[in-house]
């Protein structure tokens, strides 16, 4: 049913993919969902990780390369090559103010 859903969106929202290598299993599972909305729904993609490393992360360049080719189609790439971490930069903590007790 969730897959279904996910097949049938206009736009669909990948968050830190490539934030932990993937298996050869679930590497093929990805390529399928790609290469289902491949030129039918739009894909917003983030990963900490460029397009050169996830070969390594998924033990198959050919795959890789199979899922990169449809992604790169037609995109615009935005990329952030700020080190530190986008999260942590704009967010305010309590760790920011100054404490109380010298």
Avoid at 77 to 85: A, C, E, H, M, R
């Amino acid at each position: 049913m969730q897959l279904k859903r996910i097949r049938d969106s206009d736009l669909v929202i990948i968050d830190d993919l490539m934030y932990m290598a993937i298996d050869q299993r679930e590497a093929n599972l990805f390529f399928h969902l790609v290469n289902h909305l491949y030129e039918r729904s739009s894909i917003i993609l983030t990963s900490n990780k460029g397009p050169e490393e996830w070969g390594e992360l998924m033990g198959d360049q050919g795959i890789t390369m199979a899922i990169l080719d449809r992604l790169l189609h037609r995109v615009e790439v935005i990329q952030l090559n700020d080190n530190d971490s986008y999260r942590l930069k704009h967010r305010s903590t309590i760790f920011e103010k100054e404490s109380s007790q010298n």
